[in-house]
DNA sequence: TATGAATGAGAATTCATTCAT
DNA sequence: CATGAATGAATTCTCATTCAT
């Protein structure tokens, strides 16, 4: 087996997967639903995947690639980090509300996952983590943020305050507060803290 | 069944499938393996559990009962609201240091759960998520928290902060920065930023 | 183990069994409901008997003696061949009537269980089925039956007649003849047959 | 799934079926076992039926029909309402010599089984009994049977004659008498009555 | 390539029976 | 004798994966 992701069937497995491993998990979702939603025979996913975990693996960096460069490109245009902050969190929470199945995959199946995670090397959530490392670093070396600022841990940070609120998201199916107010304001407590 | 609470091998049960979750997953992780964990025949889980299922959320509420109890202790004590932020990131991360099993079947199995969390009204965990809330709120009405910090958004981000610190822990087998420091720098982000 | 047959429990326990099998059947009925309807312990219940299969045994038993000698007390009453006939099956019918719960045991669970059929010499419905051979070749001696009648067919055929009557009964719920016209009625067709 | 009720498959577990439940029992009776006498897999069992339940009942849908069309083909062909008494007898009895497995499960499992009965209508028995009820009918409008013969209760009487008979056969291992002799004797008992 | 019927390993759960108290 | 917690063998059913067509 070669994987053909050209192939438009490629990509129709692909979506028909991220709608039913969103709807009802990884475990509990089964191939002949995925085929069904994709209007193939079961036995046809296995030409162009291997595995169930394989569907999994390569929805994941299908999207992730395409989530990152969106991100590298949205970032790239500004100068200020403080600025480039703001925007990394309002266009993060844009994309999770844009994309909720895939959202949804990402954080609960993929990254969560203990089975995934530690046997499979996430790159691209690395690549995503390291973007705001670098904002981070970048403004100390510019001096507009604190020495004492530990990267690793302010990227982590960061990155689990917008991915908390948009678990929040993920899950309720209402949402009480928009999109870029809860960036503005995460973006907020980062830079300026909430100390009066 | 009648659940026995109180028995000896109801707690074994749950020691074990606490140990069995957190290194497989709650899907991979079979009956058979937490009843030998637990020295039990397999049929006794049935006698104290009414399925998987229950095994998983009994051993979260079990938990997170402890949980809240001891961060509510721990809160209670101090009386500024920047104090109990900190007090409370550091002893969230020295609980996931100390309960690492506990800390990964929370965050990954049952928090994370699509399957759990869209059946299962997680009381606990958004009790949990209150008290820093109260906290915000409590900051706000003395005057050293700003007016304008959204409690419910704060809540969030504070909570994936840590949350997003503690994961790297949990699925990284060494720890690179050590808890005081990140519980100081987490909750420093968020109480004066990191703007210089 | 020695059976106890004297013991007030092992009465109850015949008594439970009886009920228990008559509404679910052999195989769905649990020992567990047995002995809760009986009120002693599960493990109380292989003091009195020696399996699951042995309850089943001794309460046909138990019943089938108690069935055969109230037969023999009412049939031998009587002179007249044709009579007995008749009161055969009156009583059989009213028997039925007044225990539901072991008719149905004796038709449904024992007489028909093939595994029981087969390895289990049902002595005592041998007996009672040669009460009905017997008056046959009696009214055959007395001249009163047709000579060329098949003891051994005829007293199939008549308990046949009488059983599937009983079964009709026993699983409908409302009983739309009374049971002396069927009594009557039955016999009525053996003796002067359904020809104008 | 769907039933392929055309398929070659399906009639060769409803045959592996019908052999290992007249062996065993409903209950003792194995899916592997049928899968193997079968000689499908133990999965395959479930492309063509839903449970095990719903292999009986189709089993028995199955046979009835057979059973049925043979049956009124046959009494159609007659006018004399006594001749088509004996000529159900006879064929009855017939269908029972050259099918035990089917007789077998259609008296012990199905329809002798509370389980069964109670749940599940089983119209083509119904059918059956009210070709005989028919029969009796007509003769009692042409005269030639008794006007105060209750038809209800005559066509379980006869049916529960030939069928005691059956259930002798198909419980003996070796056959007394022959078909043809019994089928007349017991039509004859209902037609002539038994008294000189 | 595409299909979908067939496979069979695997897993949760049940429950008759035992035995230490 | 009585108990009922514990056992673990046994069984149905599921579903990822294969492969002949």
Known sequence: MRKRKNSEKYHRIIKAATKVFAKKGFYPAKISEIAKEAQVADGTIYIYFESKDDILISLFEE??????????????????????????????????????????IIQVELRQSSKFMKEYKNEQFIQYLDLIGDIVKEGQKKG???????????????????????????????????????????????LKGITA
Chains 1, 2, 3, 4 share one sequence.
């Open 63 to 104: 999207q992730m690639k395409t989530v990152l460069e969106n991100m590298v490109a949205q970032i790239s245009k500004l100068k200020d980090p403080a600025e480039k902050l703001e925007k990394f969190a309002l266009t993060h929470l844009q994309l999770i509300e844009q994309n909720k199945d895939i959202a949804e």
């Open 144 to 190: 507009v943020f604190k020495k004492d600022i530990m990267p690793g841990v302010a990227k982590r940070a960061f990155f689990g305050a917008l991915d908390e609120m948009s678990r929040f998201w993920v899950l309720s199916s209402r949402k009480r507060y928009d999109i870029e107010t809860a960036a503005k304001q995460i973006s907020g407590y980062f």
